[in-house]
């Protein structure tokens, strides 16, 4: 290893406290110390979050930040190491006393002028060491670049997977208190058809959770695959340049673009699936109004999200991919129980829900989360998510036609139901808001 050769003490500060070795595109932490920036993150045992530092423990979330400086100095010294080498005297040809400044790509071997001249090496491509040294440790660093971002991408999905897992747990056990909430208010409350919903909707979770957790298997498997021949290829990259030279690096090479072709992993994307509850919309259109909605402008965006709504209030042109309409009710709720049903079936992306009523009282049109209470729907890739802001994406059948809406101003909830199926999508926790709220709706057309 190069960290062998390290004699000058100001070498050390050169030296990866983890791979005792010259760094390789060295980075630092928050905390100050500064590792090799593969070293640190391939010094976990598994992906965790957050990330400690190796040496002093500390968090550092994956933020870390390229030491150029330093990484000038190291590729001072590694040059400076190879002509200490080339002008050393075992460096010399024993047959002709000349130094070996040429490298024969044929035989993988350094030799003089005169060797490179001679009937066995005339034949053969030559070129200078500095070049050789360069081109190779070209082609190596180019490897590792390429495999590099791969693991960075199975790293992300990995994570992915893993967060998914927690939403699922965490998004199946809200949905069992809402669908108790929903059976205990029927009238009579219907207790057989409720635990058999609730055994459904467990079986589902456990299915689904058997595959989640074989999906993370096979892409932590992928990127294990990839990290062997990475480190493979990191512990040449800090192998001296004459030792790099020599090596018959073909089969590695081989192996890396192997890896690199890996297709990519395919992160299961779980659904619950719409689950029909007896007498929901019979009761709910006991408290059904009508809404007039007022105030429907266009606005022309490629994408808007509306928990954003500032976006929503800037002058565009109607020219544009994707336009928003955007709806609100004339009149606002503070007291009692009221349903509406929103004809959706014309819209593949959609905003349903109400929004706090002072939010067009005042001149500034700024909105937060904790103003809307909406379900979202919206394409990603070839399939549809809805969003909430409370548990963040909802892998739900997506409802086709009209969605209605219950409010309980007293219960300070807002709930969603899939009319065609009798379903429910989702429900705000009781609480939620206390105040008075208007009717939203918002609808991309393409």
Not at 28 to 38: D, I, S
Not at 48 to 71: G, V
Not at 292 to 301: A, D, L, N, V
Request: with cysteine.
């Amino acid at each position: 290893m190069e960290s062998d050769n390290l004699q000058d003490p100001q070498e050390e500060t050169l030296t990866c406290s983890i791979c005792q070795s010259i760094f390789m595109n060295p980075v630092y932490l928050r905390c100050g110390h500064k590792f090799c920036e593969a070293c640190l993150l391939l010094s976990q045992e598994d992906i965790k979050f957050p990330a400690y530092c190796p040496m002093c423990m500390q968090p550092f979330n994956q933020e870390y930040i390229n030491d150029i400086s330093l990484k000038k100095q190291v590729s001072i010294v590694r040059k400076k190491r190879l002509m200490k080498y080339l002008n050393s005297k075992e460096h010399k040809c024993v047959t002709h006393k000349a130094k070996k400044m040429i490298f024969c790509d044929k035989s993988k071997i350094l030799l003089c002028h005169l060797c490179s001249d001679s009937q066995e090496h005339s034949g053969h491509t030559h070129c200078s060491i500095d070049v050789a040294v360069q081109e190779k440790m070209e082609e190596l660093l180019k490897h590792m670049d390429s495999l590099w971002r791969r693991l960075k991408i199975q790293q992300n999905y990995v994570e992915i997977e893993r967060r998914t897992t927690l939403w699922w747990l965490k998004s199946v056990k809200l949905r069992e208190e809402v669908i108790k909430r929903v059976y205990g208010k029927q009238c009579p409350p219907l207790c057989e058809e409720r635990d058999q919903h609730i055994e459904c909707l467990r079986h589902q979770s456990n299915t689904t959770l058997e595959e989640l957790r074989k999906s993370e298997a096979t892409i932590v498997h992928e990127r294990n695959q990839l990290i062997e021949v990475y480190r493979e290829l990191m512990t040449m990259s800090q192998r001296p340049y004459q030792e790099l030279l020599v090596q018959d690096l073909d089969d590695l090479f081989r192996r890396s673009k192997l890896a690199a072709k890996l297709d990519m992993p395919q992160g299961m994307i779980p659904r619950l699936h719409a689950h029909s509850i007896p007498g929901l919309t019979a009761r709910l259109n006991s408290f059904r109004v009508k809404i007039s909605f007022k105030h429907s402008i266009m606005f022309g965006y490629t994408s808007v999200r509306p928990f954003d709504i500032r976006l929503l209030h800037e002058s565009t042109s109607l020219d544009s991919a994707e336009t928003h309409r955007v709806s609100w009710g004339k009149k606002s709720f503070s007291r009692g129980k009221y349903y509406w049903e929103v004809d959706l079936k014309d819209h593949e992306q959609w905003t349903v829900g109400v929004r706090k009523d002072p939010w067009l009282r005042g001149r500034s049109y700024a909105a937060t989360p904790t103003d809307l209470f909406l379900l979202e729907c919206l394409r990603k890739e070839d399939h549809y998510i809805l969003i909430t802001r409370i548990g963040g994406e909802h892998y739900i059948e997506k409802p086709v036609g009209q969605v209605g809406v219950f409010l309980d101003c007293e219960g300070g909830y807002v709930s969603f139901v899939d009319v065609a199926k009798s379903s429910l999508i989702l429900s705000y926790s009781p609480g939620t808001f206390h105040c008075a709220v208007r009717p939203f709706f918002s609808a991309v057309y393409t």
